[in-house]
């Protein structure tokens, strides 16, 4: 998962940044810059938002206690390193924030409260049993089924299993080391994690004023409790290893036994007392927990001999993937998208077109595997202007997931197609016919849907004059193009066709025939980045129908040629390969 993606290389950040204090080197501020990059190119911009927040954090606080004479160079460096790290990541970053700055992502935020979400209390008990709460491959909500307790909303964000173990030996830095920095520190990262996770005053009035953190899932802060509690553990057991007396060491090792047992027991009586009313799956799952959990206490007294210390990295490692075997399982693409005639009846139906669902009858992110256009959206990835065209606002994290009816003028996104349930197939149109039946009800609309138009009349106005008009359920694209970019001519009266004859992510051709000039209007997202040629030549792309895209076409055959070449890309590029230069240069220094 992207979360994973960039949440794994938040212990590199902090490793490089306390490497970068201890020595303030070229060489430190480079891996510092590299992890930077790495980060920023995880794939998941919130996460990567808290972590380098996290990081950030660190940074400060080394800088606050490092030695005068040597702060204002680790300063300079760290700067330097996140400068180099941002650029090596520009060839993904600057395209996504040129997405971002036109998609609906700060209203759907907006809509959602995204900074007021907070997690149950009960989170506390998810933390010390492992896989008590299930995954999605073997069961989910095992403890929750038994205590009666409320199931979270997203698996992903609550599954920060820490153990009693790991707890312990934090605890046990807390109290005897509660006067070195690093321990103060990390005792607050991880107890900041928890209470932002839980939602505790001021924290959600805090992320809704903060730029970014107002877009921000704040649950996911999860994480800093996790590694928090993490390091914390770590200098437990190297005080534990040597700066305790002999008598507390033994006392803390056979300490860990009793509640071990206690909770096995408890666990066990538990489950046991439910085995009628769970499902086998479950049953196995919370006995594998236990078993987890037992294991990794006499895995903690293996390794509590000086000669077995080294092996302690190695089995912590151990312990943390195997609660994550199931999050992510590896099964053929069938499994999850199994074939389904109702899928291959509405791509045959669509042709160049796209499809429509009412209700819950198909999630739009269903149709992606078989190649379906889906006129709706999921998530923050719909671009403002083409949501608001679809729904008649922007901001709605589920963008027509459910919709009760059609979109007010089908033809105007090319709607061929139309999903429904038995329940919602009252909502489709007269006219539509039924090409398939079955759990899936498939309706065909009264004329082929076409996304590319010769379009010879054409109207300009301003940005809401061209929303209304092309929202009116009596608008025809295939008579009028609406602009809202600058003046358009509009030509005589004129007979034409388009034809698509390549049709690919970054590149779309069609070739147009008439008796006349007019402009070809592909039914197809207007976006910085898109150019235009007319038989191979330069043409101006513009914005036709509030949302799409136009050009001025001769009469005749001409062929048109859509190209995705962003200059945020080229730029990008142009950066990460100068940083990637730098970075190598203060490698070898």
Known sequence: HPHANTACLLPALFWALGRLSDRGSFRNAALLGLFIGLALLGGHPPTMLQALGAAAAYAVFLAVRAPRVDRMRFIGLALAAAVLGACLAAPALLPYLEYHGLSSTAGASQSLARWGTRLSPWLLLHLLMPLASGSPARGAEVLAGLFGLAPESNFIERAAWTGLIPLAFAALAVVRRRREGEVLFHAGLALFGLMAALGAPPLPWLWKILPGYSQVNPTRLLLLWSFGVAVLAGLGVELESGDLPLGERRLLRWAMWPPAVTAGVVYWALVWRSLEELRSAEFVLAVSGMALFLAECVAAQWVHGSRRRAWAPWLAGLFCLLPALDVNPSAPAGTFFPEAPALSVMKGAAGEGRVFALGRALEPNLGMPPRLRDARGRDFTALRRYERLVAGSAGDFDFYSGAPSLPPNPALLAIGVVGATERTASAVPQGWKKIHEGGLLVFSAPARAKRALFVPAARSGGEEEAFAAVRAPGFDPARTAWFDD????????????????????????????????????????????????????????????????????????????????????????????????????????
């Open 486 to 589: 600058g003046d358009a001519p509009s030509f005589p009266p004129a007979k034409g066709r388009a034809l698509i004859v390549e049709d690919g992510a970054n590149a779309v051709a069609v070739e147009v025939l008439s008796d006349g000039p007019g402009w070809l209007v592909l039914l197809d997202s207007w976006f910085p980045g898109w150019e235009a040629t007319v038989d191979g030549k330069p043409a101006r792309l513009r914005r036709a129908d509030y949302a799409f895209r136009a050009v001025e076409v001769p009469g005749g055959r001409s062929v048109v040629r859509f190209d995705y070449r962003p200059s945020s890309l080229g730029l990008g590029l142009i950066l990460a390969l100068f940083a990637a230069f730098v970075l190598a240069a203060a490698w070898l220094i």
